[in-house]
Structure formats: C-alpha cells, structure tokens
C-alpha cells in the first residue's frame, strides 16, 4: 500500500508494553490517592459534625478540631485534582474546540495538556520553595509543621503532571473503558 507507514511489530509491542506498564503504575498512584482522599474527607467531616455537636450541646470546643479539618480539606481538595484531570471533568471552556475535527480536536487538547503539565512541573517547583519556608513555622494549636497545608500542592503537581503527560503522548481518551 503506497503513501502507508508501517512501524515494526516490535516496535508496537514495545510502545504497548510501556503503556501498559505507565497505566498500571499511575492507576495503583491513582488507587492510594483515592483511598488518603476518602479518609481526608471522612475525617474532616466527622471533626465538623463532632465540633459542631459538642459546640452546640456541651458548650464545648475542641480546640484542635478546626485546624484539624481545615488540614484534612486542604489535603482532599489537592488530591482531587489528578482525578479530575483523569476523568476529564475540570471546567474548560471549549464550545469552539469541540467543533473542530476529530484530529484537530485532539491536537488542540494535547496541545493545552501539553501547557497545563508544563504549569504543573513551575508549580511544583515553586511549591517546594514554599513547603521550605514554611518547615520552620508551626501551626498554632498542634505544634506541627505548617508545611503540612504545603505538602499535598506538591504531590498534586507531579500526580497531575504524569496523567497530563500520559495523555499527551498517548491521546486524551486513554482512559476510556478503564476503572475510575
């Protein structure tokens, strides 16, 4: 067939394999994420609902539940963002792009994505500087590094950047049929 590029079998089988093993790797990241979210979340809710009732019943405050919870929501609002971006559910507005042609389309988006990951890694960078600085400054009630409300800004950088990575390279509906 004239005009046709065939790459090696070997070649395919190689890309595949690396695919597969980048998949499996960002899905097990993926699956340990999900699992610190939901306790973040379930702590948090609880601490409030605790707080709350010993408030209003006891005329009781725990002192540590407020900083407590609002560590927990910092912590679960960063870790959400990579499985945002998997899921493709992060606000966008893209009534335009999404008239375009399939392959343009996609272009457009591996295009952003591209851009996006980039922002990700400045991000990550200047978030280190950021944990640094704060490694010396306690919190006010735990006597705890404030660093803590810095730490998950890091891991949601690079958690983000390797989805946005993958999607550049292999094509933005890579995880279409997968589990969430």
């Known amino acids: 067939m004239k ?10 089988k190689a890309e595949s394999a690396v695919l597969l093993l980048c998949l499996k790797l960002l899905e097990f990241i993926d699956k340990i994420s999900r699992w610190v979210l939901i306790v973040n979340m379930l702590l948090m809710t609880l601490l409030v609902v605790f707080q709350v009732l010993t408030r209003y019943l006891f005329s009781y405050s725990i002192a540590w539940a407020d900083e407590v919870s609002r560590l927990t929501f910092v912590w679960a609002m960063f870790l ?19 008239k375009l042609p399939t392959t343009w389309f996609e272009g457009v988006s591996r295009g952003m994505m591209m851009f996006c990951a980039l922002l990700c890694l ?45 999607q550049v390279i292999f094509g933005t509906k890579i995880w279409e049929g997968r589990s969430p």
Do not use: W
């Open 80 to 98: 959400a963002i990579p499985h945002g971006l998997k899921a493709g559910v992060h606000v966008g507005i893209d009534i335009l792009v999404r």
């Open 122 to 166: 400045v991000v990550f960078y200047y978030g280190i500087g950021a944990t640094r600085e704060k490694m010396q400054e306690l919190m006010p009630i735990l006597n705890f590094t404030a660093a803590v409300y810095y730490i998950p800004i890091l891991i949601s950088m690079i958690h983000s950047f390797f989805h946005l990575i993958l």
């Open 3 to 12: 005009g046709e590029c065939h790459q090696p079998a070997d070649s395919t």
